[in-house]
């Protein structure tokens, strides 16, 4: 899902997802957001219009932290050279697949 697929323009939102299992049949997808989904889909919607608004990186990263601050046991000495280091995989966040790498593919 992205801020782009989302017609925020009435009172009730509606989600066109850019794919979906009948779509060969030439069928349209519309999925109507109330004012409860709206509350709690909102603050994943400040953000670029293209971007995804529920990036599995963002979410481990905040899980991460999280963990982080309420850890009991010290942190040993190679787990802080690895924090300090970073992210050691170029491929760890990233997406596969060519249909995601396009912006101009989101339908408003």
Known sequence: ??????DRSSDV?????QSHKTEHHGRERVIYIGPKG???????LVREDVAF????????????SERRA?????MTPSQATRLRRGNSRG???????????DPMTCNV
């Not at 608004?53 to 991460?64: G, I, M, V, W, Y």
């Open 1 to 6: 899902m992205r801020p782009c697929n989302v």
């Open 13 to 17: 939102w509606a989600y066109r997802p």
């Open 38 to 44: 709206q509350q709690l889909l909102t603050p994943y």
């Open 53 to 64: 608004c529920f990036a599995p990186a963002e979410s481990e990263q905040l899980r991460n």
């Open 70 to 74: 309420n850890r009991l046991s010290p």
């Open 91 to 101: 491929w760890a966040g990233t997406r596969a697949g060519p249909e995601f790498d």
